[in-house]
């Protein structure tokens, strides 16, 4: 009777433990991504690991003083801070901004020009105003905290008719069209450029950081402050490159 006992707890230990006599392991959590009108971008989002230390932390022992004066220093900064600062990361990406007046803030529309910038076949980029939509990052996929759009020129109203001519107007329905060759693609880390979005629903323009586009395009929810049920729509940017940078990201609504 022992020896049967002792052998049913052997067998429950053994149902506990995975092939290789360890614990078995949990379901792997991979970051989502965002369907858009384009491919959106598929990145491995990285996960620092914060380093230990057995070094004891030494602790500096201040003796107190008799003086009671009140040392707190008075700040002689005359901007408003009544709206509280916070800084946020997403994937890698950090912007300090204040909460209450950045993210899904109305803005101006974007200016659309009747046509944008010639695309290079050599994938340079002049400083000027561009047209693009967010696509896939091939491989090796974008930097953490970047997204690669594709370039395309824009033509809209009577410069859109012009460049395709009367024989091809179905180029030109909506009162816009691109013209698909050449194509350049170009990686932009979202970090410090002016970025909208436009509200699908109401047409709106509205700004928010590249933290938050970032996870938008990861299949994000939209953080506080978005408009009742926004969603991401793979809407075309207008792009600003300047200094050799891209210092605009600014979404254009389309029928």
């Given at each position: ?14 149902g ?30 990285a ?28 700040s002689?900064?005359?901007?408003d801070?009544?709206a ?7 994937a ?64 809209t ?21 691109v013209e ?14 002016y ?37 991401y729509?793979?809407?075309g940017?207008?792009v ?16």
């Amino acid at each position: 009777m022992k020896r049967l006992v002792t052998l049913a707890c052997s067998l429950a230990l053994f149902g506990a433990c995975g092939s290789d006599g360890g614990a078995s392991s949990g379901v792997n959590a991979t970051p989502a991504t965002a369907t858009t009108s384009t491919a959106a971008p598929q990145s491995t989002v990285a996960v620092a690991t914060v380093p230990t230390s057995s070094a004891p932390i030494a602790v500096a022992t201040v003796a107190p003083t008799s003086d009671a004066t009140d040392h707190t220093t008075e700040s002689t900064d005359d901007t408003d801070t009544s709206a509280a600062r916070t800084t946020s990361t997403i994937a890698g990406v950090s912007t300090t901004d204040a909460s209450s007046r950045v993210e899904y803030a109305t803005v101006t529309a974007p200016v659309v020009p009747t046509e944008t910038a010639a695309i290079r076949a050599d994938n340079t980029h002049p400083d000027g105003v561009y047209y693009a939509t967010v696509t896939e990052g091939g491989d090796p996929p974008p930097a953490v905290g970047s997204v690669v759009f594709e370039l395309v020129q824009l033509f809209t109203g009577d410069a859109c008719a012009t460049h395709f001519g009367p024989e091809d107007q179905d180029s030109c329905v909506n009162d816009y069209g691109v013209e698909t060759d050449p194509t350049s693609t170009i990686e932009v880390p979202l970090a410090d450029e002016y970025i909208t979005v436009a509200d699908a629903a109401t047409q709106a323009s509205l700004r928010i950081s590249g933290a938050e586009l970032y996870g938008l395009l990861h299949g994000d929810d939209p953080s506080a402050g978005a408009p009742k049920d926004y969603l991401y729509s793979g809407f075309g940017f207008i792009v600003t490159v300047a200094g050799g940078e891209v210092t605009r990201l600014e979404q254009w609504w389309t029928p």
